[in-house]
Nanobody, 126 residues
Framework: QVQLVESGGGLVQAGGSLRLSCAAS????????MGWFRQAPGKEREFVSV????????YYADSVKGRFTISRDNAKNMVYLQMNGLKPEDTAAYIC???????????????????WGQGTQVTVSS
C-alpha cells in the first residue's frame, strides 16, 4: 500500500514555471514506477510522464516533451514534475500515480496504476 499527496500547484502566467511534488508513504517506494497524469474539466484523464522504478528511465507525452521533466528522490520518497514554458492548455488537475514494479501493457494507461493522489490544480493564464 502507498499513499500519495501532491503539492506545488497554483496560478501562473503563460511561459512561466511550476514544480509539482508528490510525497509517497511506505518503505518500498523504490519498487514503484511513478507517473503524473492530468485531468481538465469535462475531459478524460491523460498521461503526462512516468519514471520507472528501476533505472529511472523516463517517458513523456508528446504535448509536454521538452518542457516538463520528471525526477524522483528515493531517499525522500518523493517524485517531482518540473514544468517550464507553461501554456494555457496545460491547465488541469495534476495527479500523481504509482504502480508496483513494471507495466503489463503500457505506462500511459490509467488502468496500469493502482494508487492515485488527490491532485493539485495548475492554472495557466494567457
Amino acid at each position: 500500500q502507498v499513499q500519495l499527496v501532491e503539492s506545488g500547484g497554483g496560478l501562473v502566467q503563460a511561459g512561466g514555471s511550476l514544480r509539482l511534488s508528490c510525497a509517497a508513504s511506505g518503505r518500498t517506494f523504490s519498487t514503484y514506477s511513478m507517473g503524473w497524469f492530468r485531468q481538465a474539466p469535462g475531459k478524460e484523464r491523460e498521461f503526462v510522464s512516468v519514471i520507472r522504478y528501476s533505472g529511472g528511465r523516463t517517458y513523456y507525452a508528446d504535448s509536454v516533451k521538452g518542457r516538463f521533466t520528471i525526477s524522483r528522490d528515493n531517499a525522500k520518497n518523493m517524485v517531482y514534475l518540473q514544468m517550464n514554458g507553461l501554456k494555457p492548455e496545460d491547465t488541469a488537475a495534476y495527479i500523481c500515480a504509482a504502480r508496483r514494479f513494471d507495466f503489463s501493457v503500457s505506462y500511459s494507461t490509467v488502468g496500469e496504476y493502482g494508487y492515485w493522489g488527490q491532485g493539485t490544480q495548475v492554472t495557466v493564464s494567457s
